[in-house]
């Protein structure tokens, strides 16, 4: 199956600062991409909806300004969490969309605020 | 809205022996696909299985098997002569096809297989 990367594996920043996370399709062009949260033992929840070259669709309850998203290219995708909190810790995965409608994910991001 | 439900938070299996995850979801869109990821401790999502909601027959891939009752809105997975390698988090997921293919995820069932 293709490739998607995620950078960095895991992150640990201080409270009020931003975090930048790079989803990255490696072997294949993702028009596009998708980013998940996940709390532990819970399950994955869709936060946006991200398409190359435009502006990136938000589910219900997740904040545009708070998790800012960027699809420049068609190999990269970036999720910057602003003025992050102890709260948004979390795992956050992205995932990528072939012109062929499947999806591969990438292996994860592990956010710590303290 | 759609709705993925996974009624078992946590299951064991005697190593060898076949184990069914149970998922059913709920949606009124007349195509969709329906998935199986398993997710070691790692964290990352591993594709197991796939069906589509025009396939006659249930989707098969080495051990796992999904048995798609469309009627009962049911895609439960079975995992046959189960390994230790298998104990990790499930998840069912459904995609919608018609408003940007985005996946919805179940709350997932943590298998534990015993030797």
């Known amino acids: 199956g293709a490739v998607v990367s995620q950078h960095p594996s895991w992150v640990i920043c201080k409270s009020g600062t931003s975090v930048k996370i790079e989803c990255r399709s490696l072997d294949f062009q993702a028009t596009t991409m998708f980013w998940y949260r996940q709390f532990p033992k819970q399950s994955l929840m869709l936060m946006a909806t991200?398409?190359?070259?435009?502006?990136?669709?938000?589910e219900q309850g997740v904040e545009k300004d708070k998790f800012l998203i960027n699809h420049a290219s068609l190999t990269l995708s970036t999720l910057t969490v602003t003025s992050a909190h102890p709260e948004d810790s979390s795992f956050y995965i992205c995932?990528?969309?072939?012109?062929?409608?499947?999806?591969?994910f990438g292996p994860g991001t592990r956010l710590t605020v303290l | 809205a759609q709705k993925i439900t996974q009624t078992q938070p946590g299951m064991f299996v005697q190593e060898k022996e076949a184990v069914t995850l149970d998922c059913t979801y709920d949606?009124?869109?007349?195509?969709?696909?329906l998935f199986w990821y398993k997710q070691p401790s790692s964290g990352e999502m591993i594709f197991l299985i796939y069906?589509?909601?025009?396939?006659?027959q249930n989707a098969t891939e080495g051990r796992y098997s999904l048995n798609f009752q469309k009627a009962r809105k049911s895609a439960n997975l079975v995992i046959s002569a189960s390994q230790l390698g298998d104990s990790a988090m499930y998840f069912c997921?459904?995609?919608?096809?018609?408003?940007?293919?985005?996946?919805?995820f179940g709350t997932g069932t943590s298998l534990t297989v015993i030797p």
């Open positions: 949606t009124s869109d007349p195509s969709y696909g």
């Open positions: 997921a459904m995609r919608r096809v018609n408003t940007g293919n985005q996946f919805y």
């Open positions: 069906q589509g909601s025009y396939d006659q």
């Open positions: 991200s398409n190359e070259g435009s502006k990136a669709t938000y």
């Open positions: 995932s990528a969309r072939t012109v062929r409608v499947e999806q591969f």
